[in-house]
């Protein structure tokens, strides 16, 4: 979900990256991150489909990696949100992520 920092958008023609099977990455201006499913529908007038970067792929799969390996160690122990950041951070340094 992308934190929304202007005021009154306008859908847009959004810039999007298919990279795990039919699910798009989309982006616009006036958000940061990548918009949820339903900021596509409210924010999106249309997209343009971009062919992700080999190294856009990898850090997807890196990202989607820790994630998972995070939650394998977050459900083992006590359910704490900032545990939980904590976590996804350790794992994304592991695979050489940047965030």
Request: one cysteine or more; a positive charge.
């Amino acid at each position: 979900m992308g934190i929304i920092f202007e005021k009154d958008l306008k859908p847009v023609t959004c810039k999007c990256y298919k990279l795990d099977g039919d699910s798009l990455m989309c982006f616009r201006k006036g958000v940061i991150g990548t918009l949820s499913d339903k900021q596509e529908e409210e924010l999106c007038s249309g997209k343009i489909i971009l062919e992700p970067t080999v190294e856009l792929k990898r850090r997807y799969e890196r990202f989607v990696e820790a994630v998972h390996a995070a939650q394998e160690r977050y459900y083992k122990e006590n359910h704490d949100i900032s545990k939980w950041v904590r976590l996804v951070g350790e794992e994304l340094r592991k695979r050489g992520v940047e965030v």
